[in-house]
């Protein structure tokens, strides 16, 4: 709907998280908003960690590009 685009759009962490676990996870909304809190936070930290490791890799990649 609009409203949860909106969300996304305008930069709010849960609905990126949401975003992220959808369609990287394969976790559904419905399954995202009944996580306990410490499961989600969890999520959010691998998340968190996954993203920080896909930036270096690209640097990396980027770094050995520049080099040829």
């Known amino acids: 709907d609009r ?3 909106k ?7 849960e ?15 419905s399954q995202w908003v009944a996580l306990e809190e410490e499961e989600k936070a ?3 930290a691998c998340i968190d960690i996954r993203i920080e490791a896909e930036k270096e890799d ?7 590009a520049e080099g040829r």
């Open 3 to 5: 409203a949860g685009k």
């Open 7 to 13: 969300l996304i759009e305008e930069g709010d962490a």
């Open 15 to 29: 609905a990126n998280y949401a975003y992220y676990a959808l369609h990287k996870l394969h976790i559904l909304p």
């Open 42 to 44: 969890f999520i959010i």
């Open 58 to 64: 690209a640097k990396k990649i980027a770094k050995e």
